[in-house]
């Protein structure tokens, strides 16, 4: 089992950035595939971004594709979200999640969540 903590949301302008960190719990870190997804008020929960064990591999949403990075340092147990050139309706309640079996983009076939981070972009 892991437990995911979020951290580095906040409120930015538009155009800025913002760094989100996701700190895991457990030994056994670098055999999930890891995700971020994100909920606005009102709206369903989305994704964002996944990346695979080794972070050889990582996947966006066509929303974010080109101004968000995700990584991964296996020997901190961290996975980071770095998000450039900010845009009002990237705002939102940020969650990491972690998958025991290959990256996913689809919400329901993550095993663990964190509590999220609230992002605000203002225009």
């Known amino acids: 089992q892991v437990q995911l903590v979020e951290s580095g949301g906040g409120l930015v302008q538009a155009g800025g950035s913002l760094r989100l960190s996701c700190a895991a719990s457990g030994r056994t870190f670098s055999s999930y595939a890891m995700g971020w997804f994100r909920q606005a008020p009102g709206k369903e929960r989305k994704f964002v971004a996944a990346?695979?064990?080794?972070?050889?591999?990582?996947y966006y949403a066509d929303s974010v594709k080109g101004r968000f990075t995700i990584s991964r340092d296996n020997a901190k147990n961290t996975v980071y979200l770095q998000m450039n050139s900010l845009k009002p309706e990237d705002t939102a309640v940020y969650y990491c999640a972690a998958r025991t079996r290959a990256w996913s983009t689809h919400v329901n076939e993550y095993d663990y969540w964190g509590q999220g981070t609230q992002v605000t972009v203002s225009s």
């Open positions: 990346i695979s064990w080794g972070g050889a591999t990582t």
